[in-house]
């Protein structure tokens, strides 16, 4: 049932758009939400409903609860990343992983190969679910939402072995960075939370970037090729200038752990006007402050040697480190680690090179760590998720649920 629904989900297209204005970004996604809804309500969850902003809210009360009982919320995202199609996704389930290459697709020569990915090595007998080599996956986060409703139907086939109460929210716009922006946090009622929404199960997350992005915009001055001697400024290769100026070293191919980055994730321009989009990433926010202002200083030099502002920088705060929160009141890492150690499973935790909601949550008020979903190479072609996983993911929350 856990890969039937997960395949399910994945086969519909929600990925998110971040130059939308709408809220959420894309109706499309709402059509998972509404099916959420709808097998909530089938599985006797009648209270859940779809808001204005796209957000799924569900609450079970535990059969035995009183006025000390506390709730704990389960929280996952249904949009896909941007950076590759989420239409018309063709999963392909691996049984027994023999640590073989694994033809993605014979016909455009996309292979999945534990030389390029050696993690593959360690899921060796496991059952991996994989695309067609033509689209992302959407593990991240549909094996989350899988998770979750996989646990919900447990509970509601066998309510006692629920010890809190329960509150389920799923987001839209989490992979553009807008999936808690219009959170109703009192509605959601939970006591701390946690997202479902990583990787190796083994590992959880409860440190994430702080996070910024940035939009630098360049005013160029086109002039005929033939006659432009000291008078073009071509605005192509003033962008080629600033990004020379940004630290080489601290971009993502050549970081890792807790070390920040510079991402230019997107160039466009021509002759007359150039646009370079980043996203600017660090655990520690102060070493983010300096990033920020690399990005001010870069302008600076670029327009003094022109002698005009032909670059305009735009820097956005997107969301923090949820880390010193959650050191305050380790509440809801106890937990996580009392479920992991009573199923004598490792534990350990790692800076999570991203974001979650949870940052967001946390921020909000609902203190909310990250576990993962036994997904891998999110965002594109070869993503790939264990079946295995997955379902350990759903012993485990059922157990924290539980004590």
Do not use: C, W
């Amino acid at each position: 049932m856990l890969v039937d629904r997960f395949i399910k989900y994945v086969k519909i297209d929600t990925q998110s758009d971040e130059e939308s204005l709408a809220i959420p970004s894309t109706k499309k996604q709402l059509n998972l939400s509404r099916l959420l809804v709808e097998e909530l309500h089938h599985l006797g969850v009648s209270n859940a409903e779809l808001d204005d902003y796209g957000v799924v809210y569900a609450f079970i009360k535990a059969p035995n609860a009183d006025e000390k009982t506390i709730t704990i919320g389960l929280n996952a995202h249904v949009d896909t990343a941007l950076e590759m199609s989420g239409k018309d996704v063709k999963p392909q389930i691996i049984k027994n992983y023999a640590g073989n290459d694994i033809t993605l697709n014979e016909s455009l020569g996309i292979f999945l190969s534990p030389k390029e990915f050696p993690e593959l090595l360690t899921l060796k007998g496991q059952d991996l679910i994989v695309t067609d080599g033509t689209t992302l996956l959407g593990a991240d986060d549909k094996a989350g939402l899988a998770i979750i409703m996989e646990v919900v139907q447990a509970i509601m086939k066998n309510p006692d072995q629920l010890k809190v109460n329960l509150a389920l929210a799923f987001t839209p716009d989490e992979e553009i960075g807008r999936g808690v922006a219009n959170f109703d946090i009192k509605r959601f009622g939970a006591t701390y939370a946690y997202t479902i929404d990583g990787g190796d199960i083994n590992y959880a997350n409860y440190e994430n970037f702080n996070a910024a992005s940035a939009v630098v915009r360049i005013q160029g001055k086109a002039i005929h090729p033939g006659s432009a001697l000291g008078q073009m400024i071509n605005a192509s290769t003033v962008a080629i200038e600033f990004h020379a100026l940004l630290d080489p070293l601290m971009v993502p191919e050549k970081t890792s752990g807790y070390e920040g980055f510079n991402h230019l994730n997107n160039i466009e321009g021509g002759v007359e006007q150039a646009e370079l989009n980043y996203i600017i990433r660090n655990h520690d926010l102060a070493k983010l402050d300096q990033q920020k202002e690399q990005f001010i200083l870069a302008a600076k030099t670029i327009n003094n040697k022109y002698n005009k502002e032909i670059v305009k920088v735009e820097i956005v705060d997107s969301y923090r480190n949820m880390a010193d929160l959650i050191k305050k009141d380790p509440r809801s890492l106890k937990r996580m680690e009392a479920a992991y150690k009573k199923l004598g499973l490792p534990l350990t935790y790692i800076p999570i090179r991203g974001g979650t909601d949870g940052a967001g949550l946390s921020y909000q008020g609902v203190l909310t760590p990250n576990l993962g979903t036994g997904g891998y190479n999110a965002h594109g072609k070869y993503e790939f998720v264990s079946i295995n996983q997955m379902e350990k993911m759903v012993e485990i929350v059922l157990t924290m649920l539980s004590i």
